[in-house]
T-cell receptor, first 111, second 114 residues
Framework: GEDVEQSLFLSVREGDSSVINCTYTDSSSTYLYWYKQEPGAGLQLLTYIFSNMDMKQDQRLTVLLNKKDKHLSLRIADTQTGDSAIYFCAESRAGRRALTFGSGTRLQVQP | ETGVTQTPRHLVMGMTNKKSLKCEQHLGHNAMYWYKQSAKKPLELMFVYNFKEQTENNSVPSRFSPECPNSSHLFLHLHTLQPEDSALYLC?????????????FGPGTRLLVL
């Protein structure tokens, strides 16, 4: 299977919370990232978490990491229509400079 | 917003053409990357440069030729491409750090090969 897996699509109503999930396979991952890509644009770094942390909160964003299960999630509180985009999970590994990306989750926010 | 710029933003080329993509970073970083994003695959790393030296070539066909004249500029020279090379080409940069590999991306060049 893929090194980093994400579900393809998520639809939520404006004002609800969104939870985007990601699983990875490499236990040597050092940092895990969430990037956002809006239509026609590049990737915007949203947040990242070091592998020895369980949780990180940054305004409306909460990242949870379960290292035992190799599961990462991104929670967006009070989701807005401007949050509609593709969200990519990525991992970095010790000794390797490049990131490994998931296929992305398309978040659709309905008014 | 982003300290990484890419030109052109859109490019249409025939299979016999030669063109170049340009990337410039204004973040004082020492590492630069080319990624390919196509509709059917996750982001694929193509090349990595660190202090102007190529440190990774991810089995990329020779019709793609990177060039890194200094730590701020990265080029991707294209020649005799195939229609399946049509994709969004993203450039990224990061500090040369052993503890953090945070990469910052440019807006990409959308390439269409006819």
């Amino acid at each position: 299977g893929e090194d980093v897996e994400q579900s393809l699509f998520l639809s939520v109503r404006e004002g609800d919370s969104s939870v985007i999930n990601c699983t990875y396979t490499d236990s040597s991952s050092t940092y895990l990232y969430w990037y956002k890509q809006e239509p026609g644009a590049g990737l915007q770094l949203l947040t990242y978490i070091f592998s020895n942390m369980d949780m990180k909160q940054d305004q409306r964003l909460t990242v949870l990491l379960n290292k035992k299960d190799k599961h990462l999630s991104l929670r967006i509180a009070d989701t807005q229509t401007g949050d509609s985009a593709i969200y990519f999970c990525a991992e970095s590994r010790a000794g390797r400079r490049a990131l490994t990306f998931g296929s992305g989750t398309r978040l659709q926010v309905q008014p | 917003e982003t300290g990484v710029t890419q030109t052109p933003r859109h490019l249409v080329m025939g299979m016999t053409n030669k063109k170049s993509l340009k990337c410039e970073q204004h973040l004082g970083h020492n590492a630069m990357y080319w990624y390919k994003q196509s509709a059917k695959k996750p982001l694929e790393l193509m090349f990595v440069y660190n202090f102007k030296e190529q440190t990774e070539n991810n089995s990329v066909p020779s019709r793609f030729s990177p060039e890194c004249p200094n730590s701020s500029h990265l080029f991707l020279h294209l020649h005799t491409l195939q229609p399946e090379d049509s994709a969004l080409y993203l450039c990224a940069s990061s500090r040369d750090s052993g503890t953090e590999e945070t990469q910052y991306f440019g807006p990409g060049t959308r390439l269409l090969v006819l």
